[in-house]
């Protein structure tokens, strides 16, 4: 049961507004990793300058709490985020709701470097507010951005469009760590110190207390610039013909951007629309996707676990593996620069080439192959890791090359494979929800990594830091486990792969599928 307006937006030519969608929704994701993972470039330096002890023989320290709370308070505002906005998006639509998550994003950027007090305890304590504020704008903009680009996009192309949006986390990435050395150069090259263990009270230069706020408030710049954009997108054709009931305006709007005249067919609107009335909780939603549902929030979950552990804890397994200076032997604001060079490279080499070689295949090998791939080689990577530890830490080459290859599999597999799915396998009507409840397990399972693994490496402990890595190889395992609760959905509309278009759509108790013929071929079961 074709409705025009959707047929024209799964078999339109890639062309310009394609682009111009990945990059408004990509802007947000740079954002957003900027956001989250600058903080780790400057945590040590805040220790520091906020809890110095003139008396240790080590520089001042954020206690373990305290660094848990700076640390991973915004990924707890990001899972509430993602569930308010995604849950909005369902209700409002996603372009009423879509500008509001860049606000608040921009501003809470900007108060988190303004963050005010005369002790240690009011600064931090300033600064964890806003950035749980921060992390709820963040929030929103998973869902949103999904399937935003999941509706625009067509069925030959969609899976490598959403890849791409979220491939602009790895370049929030590598600007996290850039931004935060050039900076931190600079800085140094204007106010050189002492080392640590030369003496105490001159290495830690009161200058650095610009730098870090310098570094959290440029993470309001590409919200600002790209609201503008965002507010000038139109509403989604599918949601405005499947949610709204409004085939002569989805018509009007996707005709514009298509450059193509769309027939409104709003009598067979009406008949699409009485065949998926069902809501998220129900028999219906429950037969057709339950198994999905559980498939993307734990594969999410595990994946989570992992990625935010290696990436917020690359500041303690550094020095421990001697691939940056002891913090004794650097000043305050050295040891920012050490630390996100390090960062840098490891996001440039490893992180950022992953994300691309996901969007250039996912098309070809589809989503459930890349993923099994992803988790499986981050699970033998982690294991010798944590195996081969003493070995490898008196050989930091070989260590930062396993290190970076978890990095690779990770977003050449499940970090960016968990992105997409759920913008594809559920109805219209909970898509943005589905969206919300399998990225908010994902950002539980960051906390799991920001409260609990990062524990294990805060002190540089070669025993803790081996467990840590052993318990890693473990999550990304039952991640590959759990990836069999999801099913291939490349080459095929979003209404097919839903049952929305009058067919049953994929049955939970369907095993994943591994490969398909043409577009719109039936696909074929694995036995």
């Known amino acids: 049961m074709a409705i025009a307006v959707l047929d024209a937006l799964d078999n339109a030519r890639t062309q310009w507004y394609h682009i111009t969608a990945i990059v408004i929704a990509g802007m947000g994701f740079f954002t957003d990793a900027y956001d989250l993972f600058c903080i780790s470039t400057v945590s040590k330096l805040l220790g520091r300058l906020y809890y110095f002890d003139p008396d240790s023989s080590k520089p001042g320290k954020l206690p373990n709490a305290v660094n848990n709370a700076v640390v991973g308070v915004a990924l707890v505002g990001t899972l509430m985020g993602q569930l308010f906005f995604g849950w909005l998006g369902d209700k409002l639509g996603r372009k009423k709701v879509y500008g509001v998550t860049l606000i608040l994003m921009a501003f809470c950027a900007i108060c988190s470097g303004l963050s005010f007090g005369s002790t240690s305890k009011s600064v931090i304590g300033t600064l964890c507010f806003f950035r749980f504020w921060l992390g709820f704008g963040i929030g929103g903009d998973y869902p949103l951005s999904a399937t935003i680009m999941s509706e625009y996009a067509n069925k030959k192309t969609r899976g490598a469009f959403i890849a791409a949006v979220f491939a602009m986390q790895g370049v929030g990435l590598i600007f996290a760590g850039l931004v935060s050395m050039i900076l931190s150069k600079i800085f140094v090259s204007l106010h050189d110190a002492p080392s640590y263990k030369s003496n105490h009270v001159f290495s830690t230069q009161p200058q650095g ?37 409004n085939a002569k305006q989805a018509a009007a709007d996707m005709g514009k951007v298509l450059e193509i005249t769309i027939q409104a067919e709003q009598d067979k609107l009406s008949n699409f629309k009485s065949a998926n009335e069902y809501g998220l909780v129900s028999k219906e939603f429950f ?39 002891k913090p004794e032997e650097v000043s305050a604001l050295e040891e920012v620069y050490e630390t996100s060079k390090a960062m840098f490279l490891v996001a440039l080499l490893g992180t950022f080439p992953g994300y691309w070689f996901t969007v250039f295949l996912i098309e070809k090998l589809g989503r459930f192959k890349i993923q099994l791939i992803g988790f499986f080689m981050m699970s033998i990577f982690m294991a010798v890791l944590g195996i081969r530890y003493n070995y490898l830490k008196n050989h930091p080459a070989e260590f930062a090359l396993l290190y970076g290859l978890t990095f690779f599999f990770a977003n050449f ?31 539980a399972g960051a906390i799991v990594g920001a409260f609990g693994v990062q524990n294990y490496t805060l002190d540089g402990n070669p025993s803790k830091i081996q467990k840590a890595m052993i318990f890693l190889a473990f999550t990304n395992m039952l991640g590959f486990v759990f990836t069999f609760l999801v099913t291939e959905t490349k080459g095929r509309s979003l209404e097919e792969i839903s049952g929305e ?19 719109g071929a039936q696909m074929e079961e694995e036995n």
Not at 213 to 240: D, F, N, Q, S
Not at 301 to 318: E, G
Not at 420 to 438: G, I, N
Not at 501 to 519: I, L, W, Y
């Open 413 to 443: 597999g499940p970090n960016s494979t968990t992105f997409v799915l759920p913008a594809e396998l559920f109805p219209t009507r909970v898509r943005s929800t589905c969206h919300a409840l399998s990225a908010a397990s994902g950002k």
């Open 287 to 325: 037969h057709r996707h339950g198994l999905h549902l559980i498939g993307t929030t734990t594969t999410w979950f595990l994946l989570d676990i992992a990625f935010y552990s290696n990436n917020l804890t690359q500041k303690d397994i550094f020095p421990a593996m001697n691939l940056t200076k």
């Open 501 to 519: 278009d009058g067919g049953a759509g994929e049955p939970e108790t369907q095993m994943p599928v591994r490969s398909m013929g043409k577009p």
């Open 209 to 245: 207390d610009f730098l870090w706020r310098i570094v959290l408030m440029l993470g309001a710049l590409p919200a600002i610039l790209t609201y503008y954009w965002r507010m000038k997108m139109p509403e989604t054709g599918r949601y405005t013909a499947l949610i709204e009931g």
